[in-house]
């Protein structure tokens, strides 16, 4: 069974923290390349962190020393935290694996909603 939960969105003001987790069915998780999305509307989905089951990560430039993804693979469990936020960084925040299909699948997102 395909499984993607997202939580720990919220609102919150300009410079502060959130951390995001994402529950991911063990069938998806264990092994897999490991990464976290954004969406805005009337905008593409946006990748934006990944994480190697090992714990080598990447980020886009724009969260860079701002943001940390990490996993507990014992957990199935995928993270991200965010620090020093931006009202830019306002989105709609997916968990996905790369490297395996799951066809149209996301999970239902997290919304992190930053105020100035």
């Known amino acids: 069974q395909v499984q993607l939960v997202e939580s720990g969105g919220g609102l919150v003001q300009a410079e502060g923290s959130l951390r995001l987790s994402c529950a991911a069915s063990?069938?998806?998780?264990?092994?897999?390349?490991m990464a976290w999305y954004r969406q805005v509307p009337g905008k593409e989905r946006e990748l934006i962190a990944t994480?190697?089951?090992?714990?080598?990560?990447d980020y886009t430039d724009s969260i860079k020393g701002r943001f940390t993804i990490s996993r507990d693979n014992a957990k199935n469990t995928l993270y991200l935290q965010m620090n020093s936020l931006k009202v830019e960084d306002t989105a709609m925040y997916y968990c996905?694996?790369?490297?395996?299909?799951?066809?149209?699948?996301w999970g239902q997102g997290t919304q992190v909603t930053v105020s100035s």
């Open positions: 994480i190697t089951h090992g714990g080598t990560t």
């Open positions: 063990v069938s998806i998780f264990s092994g897999n390349l």
């Open positions: 996905r694996p790369l490297g395996i299909s799951l066809g149209n699948y």
